[in-house]
Each structure stands twice: as structure tokens, then as C-alpha cells.
């Protein structure tokens, strides 16, 4: 209805909605919404809540006075029907005994519900809760901890519910997220809800940017879709339970998001945002910070569950006196992360044992033969030296010093064949080698970096171009459409004016028939009267033998005469007018003669005129008229020929579109699941580059060291090890 496939189908604007509610009675056939009240803006239109993908009105039912929200979709959503269906169902097998609160609520998906026109459209109607978003009610009630950390508990308690059910909502932000009266939450729009009788289906949606990770592609569905979005709400709550200031500090009023932003997640050395949380003093902040920033660069289906963290006693939702306070106390074994977090954060990951763990030496040990040598040496040959310049040998200056030099000479040979110095060299080479063999984490993590951007950059170009390929396409196919349609029109006035003219030709073949045949009695008549038989006055038959001569012999073989001049006689002759035009002058029949001839013709024409036919026979009128009714037949088939030929040329238009947007979507899907595992590439990148980093800080730092114990093998510490052991 309205295009040639589901796919394409194009959906009525909020606008085009809010008019049609203007008649509830008439676009509504459901009983409980015909004739609803819809509420209004201050202009007397229909109130629209407008998003993405739809546009929500406040209808009051005329029937039972109840009040519903009723989602009117701008958009075409795949398999729209069955995905509400699948969620229906999944939601009412839950027992409302066994949530956490009552956070979900009832709906309706009703098939073509709404009327816009000629067209019929579905629509969502939905439960009515008075709550306010979450972003509104933190803006009146950051200032109240209790309040704010018992939120965050009953937040943490509904991701328990969905992840014990095997459902992610999907697109968790602070608008989807409504505290009622009693701080307990509601969750709105399942458009984008994952449940497991929809496993295999891509996502409709890719959620609120500012709480999605950047590694979120399409085709991302499951599970574990709220999990990233699930840490940043109970961050921002926990945070702002532990700081109430900071709501004011990050937070913008309006703003679409709570704490942090997506750039934030995409960029979290240049992040202000992410700094001032990582720096707080409060160790609940930074640790839950870190956690954010650690998994903003992990695949989806390796991020942890926050659900599954913390024991459901231990939640706000069930408890309140405990939640006074956001705790801060940490629990043995977890490096000073607060009690509560334990389960929460995975353990950093031990960089793997190197080959290089010895520690390298870092004073002699015991004293070697050659050591104690060697100390020997140095008191004989300083004496030798003492004995030879008091004993004023004529010797150079260095030669005096022969000694002393020999004696060094000795001493560098004794400490480099010591164990340790040998050890120290072979542990530090083995650190630098393997140092030398690790990347540069400063260039690995700006590769790192310039390749996202680049993805970024290709997969915008790319997810844009999609859309206009499609836009595209429904352009060509709506030109040919109504190229097709201008041909059809002009063909089809083109035969019409055609048929519309039978009308007269039939009736000027009718005249023409009748004058035929008036005609042919007339000729008719007009041969059967002889000359001879009645001469015209002064025609003898001397001259009937002369006319005879000539070929004229009856009325009906001549038309008339024409007058001559004789100039030999300076007298007026006449010729006369054969029926086939030619002129015959006939000895003896001069002017006169041609004039009582002639008159004697249209007397003879006259009579016959006066007894010819006045209309035409039946048979005759019917030969006429069928050989229209043909015609006109024909025409009729030659019409349908062309809507015969325009439905064809329609189909075919129709095919082209099919089978481009089924290319797209196939090159579309493809290029998806590259750039999924492109995502998934990244992701393992940067665990690698973390690992990578430790270890280098690691390598490093162990290379630094053991050039520092080298300096306890120095020549003056071996020296001082010779002759005192250490």
C-alpha cells in the first residue's frame, strides 16, 4: 500500500499523525481508542513526543476513561510485528512477584490502527505512567545521597532482572529510564528490546550515542547489548551519590546524557569529563571511572555483567537503611577497590612471567683465588714502586709507575672474570633484547588511534552513503514510475481523441454513403434516358446520329457545353462536355442547340433527383456502422494494450527497486559484519596494547634497575670488596 515492497514503505511524518488525531473518530476503529482525547498543545494540535523513529501522543479513552500513550511510527522497522509479538509474550511470562520493582509495563501493537489518508498504519498503545525521566529527577534530587545511591541500587536490581531473563532492553539512557513517585523505575520504548525468540535478527537501532560503546556496530543483538550502557548509568548515579557537586560540574542542563558523553568513551586522554572522575578522591568515583574507560574499547559480548556483580541482598532496591551512604571500605584482595566493587571490576591481567626474571646482582659475593691474588698484589707492587723511587732509580716517571699500572691492569682482568659482573651483563641484555622486541606502546596506541579514526571516518562515509543509495534508488523508481504513468496518459488521450472522433466519422461515412448512392441512382437514371427516344426541341435525327457519333447517347454522357468563339464566322459556337471531361464539338449543334440539350439534361437530372433515395437501407446502415463498432474495438484494445503495457513497465520498475535495495542490503550487511570484525579487532588491540604497555613499563623499568645494581660491580666497589668482603 503506497510502495512496492514492506521495506520501503513510507510512513506518515508526527505532523501527518497529529492532524488525523484531530478525528479520533475516524482514524481510530480499536474500541478504546476511537473517539479518544487526545492532549493538546496551546494551539488546540495533538501533543507529539517526537524521536527517531516515532511520535508518542496522550490519548484519554472515551470508553473507560483510562489514559494511554499511543506510538505512532514515522519509520518502517523490520519485522516490526513479529519483534512486538516476541517481546509481548517474553514480557508477560514474568512474574511481577519476582521483580525487582515494577518497572515494566503493558502493550498493545495494533496492525494497521491509525487511518492517514488512504492509508491504514500500526500503532503501539501503551500503559500511561506519571514518572519523569531520570536526567529530570536527578536535576531535582542530586543533592540527596541516600536518595540517589538507593536509585543507583534499584538501577543495578532491574539490569539483574533483565540479565536473569535473558533481555536487554537496548537503548538504556536517561529518557528510557523513568523514576515514579516512590523512586522506583520504570523502563519505556522496547522498539529496540532484545529477547531470546529474536536471536538471529539484527537491531533496529544502535541506542543513545552518549551511552553506547564505541564498538557497537548493527549487527550487534543480544544478551549482553545493555552492558556497556548499563556501567555508565550506575557510574553516573554512584558518582554523583559520592559528589553530589559534580552533577552540576559535568552535567549540562538539557544535556543528553548524565556524566560523561561519547566523546568521552572515544577519547578518554582528551576526555575533562573522564579526568575529573578518574582524579576524584573518592575511590567509588575513580575505580568505577576506570572500569568505564577500561571496557570502552572491549567487544560487547566480553564486557562484564553488571547484574551479576553484586549479591541481591546487598542491592538498594531491596535494602534501604545500608544505602545511606555510597561505601567506601575496601575488601581484602582487591588493591584497595571499595567492598562493594568486588565482583564488579575484572582483575588486571599479570603480565606473563619473562624469561628475564632473575634479578640481576648487585654487590660481590665470595672472594675468589684470583681475588685474593690480586688483593695481594696491590700492597707488593706499591712497595716496589715506594722502594724504587726512594732508592732514586734513573728510571722515567712511568716506569715508577709501572707497578701500579700493572697492578690495575690486574685488578680490571680479576673483576671482569667475576660471576656477578658476568651475571649482570647476561641479565641486562636479555632485558634490553626483549624490550628491544616489544612495539612502542606510544606508536602502537597512535596507530591504534589514526587507524579508528580512519575506520570512523570510511564507516561514516559508508553508513551515509547507505541511506542516500536507498533514497536513490526510491527516486529512480518513482521517476520511472511516473515517466511510465506520462507515457500511459499521452497514448491514452492519443486513442481517445481517436474513439471520440468515430462519432463524426461514422456519421460522415453515413452521409458519404447516402450521397453514393443518391449518386449512382442518379447515373443510373440518367443512362437509361436516350436521346433518341425524347430529343430535346430542335434535335433531329441527323443530329441524334452525330451526338451518337461522339459517344453521347443518353443524359448521363455529357455535363453540359461550353461556349466557343468562331472567329472565322465572327459568329458563337459550343463543345460539348463529355461525362469524362473531354470536349467533343458535334457538326450542327451550335449554342442553341447546346442550350436545349443541356436543358434538357438537368430537366432529366432534376427528375431523378426528385425519385433518388433519402436514407440508406438497414443492411447498408449496419455495414457502416460495424465497420466503426471495429474500429472502435480497436481502439478499446490498443487502450488496454497500454495499461496492459504500463502495469509491465510498473512491475518492472518495481523489480529494479527490489533487486537494488536487496543488493544494498546484501553489500550492506557485508560490509557490517567487516566492520563488526574490524570492532572486534580493534577491541583485542587494545587489550593487546594494555598488555603490551604493562609489560613494556614492566621490561623498562626492569632494565633501569639493573643498570642501577650495576653500580655496586663498579671498579671502586670491587676494590672495596678485595679487602674488606663486601
Given at each position: ?426 641479565v641486562l641484555a636479555k632485558l634490553s633484547d626483549e624490550l628491544a622486541q616489544l612495539e612502542d606502546p ?141 470536349l467533343v464539338n458535334v457538326l450542327g449543334i451550335g449554342e442553341a442547340k447546346a442550350i436545349a440539350l ?129
Open positions: 500500500m503506497g510502495s512496492p515492497t514492506g521495506q520501503q514503505r513510507q510512513f506518515p511524518s508526527g505532523a501527518d499523525y497529529a492532524e488525523a488525531l484531530q478525528h479520533t473518530q475516524l482514524c481510530f476503529e480499536h474500541p478504546e481508542l476511537k473517539g479518544a482525547r487526545p492532549e493538546l498543545t496551546k494551539l488546540g494540535l495533538p501533543r507529539a513526543i517526537s524521536g527517531a523513529f516515532a511520535s508518542v501522543f496522550s490519548l484519554t479513552s472515551a470508553v473507560s476513561g483510562r489514559r494511554y500513550a499511543v506510538k505512532c511510527f514515522t519509520r518502517h522497522v523490520p519485522d516490526q510485528e513479529r519483534r512486538y509479538q516476541a517481546i509481548s509474550s517474553r514480557l508477560g511470562q514474568l512474574d511481577a512477584a519476582e521483580l525487582s520493582q515494577p518497572w515494566k509495563l503493558g502493550f498493545e501493537y495494533l496492525p494497521d490502527a491509525i487511518g492517514v489518508g488512504r492509508e491504514r498504519y500500526p500503532v503501539l498503545k501503551m500503559e500511561w505512567i506519571d514518572a519523569v525521566t531520570l536526567s529530570s529527577w536527578l536535576d531535582d534530587n542530586h543533592t540527596d545521597r541516600f536518595a540517589v545511591d538507593r536509585l543507583a541500587g534499584r538501577f543495578e536490581a532491574l539490569t539483574r532482572d533483565l540479565s536473569e531473563h535473558e533481555i536487554a532492553h537496548g537503548d538504556l539512557q536517561h529518557g528510557n529510564l523513568l523514576v515514579a513517585s516512590d523512586d522506583t523505575l520504570r523502563l519505556v520504548d522496547y522498539d529496540g528490546m532484545y529477547v531470546p525468540s529474536l536471536a538471529g535478527l539484527g537491531g533496529t537501532e544502535r541506542g543513545h550515542r552518549n551511552y553506547q560503546s564505541p564498538l557497537r556496530g548493527n549487527d550487534d543483538f543480544g544478551a549482553a547489548l545493555d552492558r556497556f550502557s548499563a556501567w555508565v548509568i550506575f557510574m553516573s548515579l554512584k558518582a554523583t551519590a559520592a559528589d553530589p557537586a559534580l552533577w552540576h560540574r559535568l552535567h549540562e542542563p538539557s544535556g543528553e546524557f548524565l556524566l560523561l558523553t561519547e566523546e568521552d568513551f572515544k577519547n578518554p586522554g582528551g576526555s575533562t569529563g573522564l579526568q575529573t572522575l578518574l582524579a576524584h578522591p573518592d575511590p567509588t568515583v575513580s575505580s568505577l571511572a576506570d572500569q568505564v574507560r577500561s571496557l570502552a574499547f572491549q567487544p560487547l559480548d566480553l564486557l562484564p555483567p553488571l547484574a551479576n556483580a553484586i549479591p541481591k541482598q546487598r542491592t538498594a532496591a531491596t535494602t534501604s537503611a545500608s544505602a545511606s551512604a555510597p561505601p567506601t571500605t575496601s575488601a581484602p584482595g582487591t588493591g584497595g577497590l571499595p567492598g562493594w566493587m568486588s565482583g564488579h571490576v575484572f582483575p588486571q591481567a599479570a603480565p606473563p612471567p619473562t624469561a628475564s626474571s632473575t634479578t640481576s646482582p648487585d654487590r660481590f659475593r665470595t672472594r675468589t683465588p684470583l681475588d685474593v691474588v690480586t688483593a695481594v698484589l696491590w700492597p707488593l707492587l706499591l712497595a716496589a714502586t715506594a722502594l724504587m723511587i726512594v732508592a732514586g732509580f734513573p728510571t722515567p716517571l712511568i716506569g715508577a709507575g709501572a707497578p701500579v699500572i700493572l697492578a690495575a691492569v690486574i685488578t680490571a682482568f680479576a673483576r671482569s672474570r667475576r660471576v656477578e659482573r658476568v651475571q649482570s651483563w647476561a606510544v606508536k602502537a596506541a597512535e596507530k591504534l588511534r589514526k587507524d579508528k579514526e580512519k575506520f570512523d571516518a570510511v564507516e561514516l562515509k559508508r553508513t551515509t552513503a547507505y541511506p542516500q543509495a536507498q533514497d536513490k534508488l526510491t527516486a529512480q523508481y518513482h521517476a520511472e514510475l511516473k515517466e511510465t504513468e506520462k507515457r500511459k496518459v499521452r497514448k491514452q488521450r492519443e486513442i481517445d481523441k481517436k474513439i471520440d472522433g468515430l462519432s463524426e466519422e461514422l456519421r460522415k461515412a453515413l452521409a458519404k454513403a447516402l450521397a453514393d448512392k443518391q449518386s449512382a441512382f442518379v447515373r443510373e437514371r440518367l443512362s437509361r434516358r436516350l436521346i433518341a427516344q425524347s430529343p430535346p426541341h430542335g434535335i433531329g435525327a441527323k443530329l441524334v446520329a452525330r451526338l451518337a457519333a461522339e459517344g453521347i447517347r443518353t443524359a448521363a454522357d455529357f455535363t453540359g457545353y461550353r461556349s466557343v468563339q468562331n472567329s472565322s464566322y465572327n459568329s458563337t459556337g459550343a463543345v460539348l462536355v463529355l461525362s469524362n471531361g473531354r443541356d436543358i434538357w439534361r438537368k430537366a432529366v437530372v432534376a427528375s431523378a433527383v426528385a425519385q433518388q433515395p433519402m436514407v440508406l437501407s438497414r443492411v447498408e446502415r449496419q455495414q457502416i456502422e460495424g465497420d466503426i463498432t471495429r474500429r472502435r474495438a480497436q481502439l478499446a484494445d490498443q487502450r488496454k494494450a497500454v495499461e496492459s503495457g504500463t502495469e509491465a513497465a510498473r512491475k518492472q520498475a518495481r523489480k529494479n527497486l527490489e533487486e537494488g535495495q536487496e543488493r544494498l542490503s546484501r553489500e550492506n550487511t557485508l560490509a557490517d559484519d567487516r566492520a563488526r570484525q574490524q570492532r572486534q579487532e580493534f577491541g583485542r588491540r587494545t587489550v593487546a596494547l594494555q598488555r603490551n604497555s604493562a609489560i613494556h613499563g614492566t621490561l623498562s623499568a626492569s632494565v633501569e634497575a639493573a643498570k642501577l645494581r650495576r653500580r655496586g660491580l663498579s671498579y671502586a666497589r670491587y676494590m672495596r670488596f678485595l679487602y674488606i668482603g663486601r
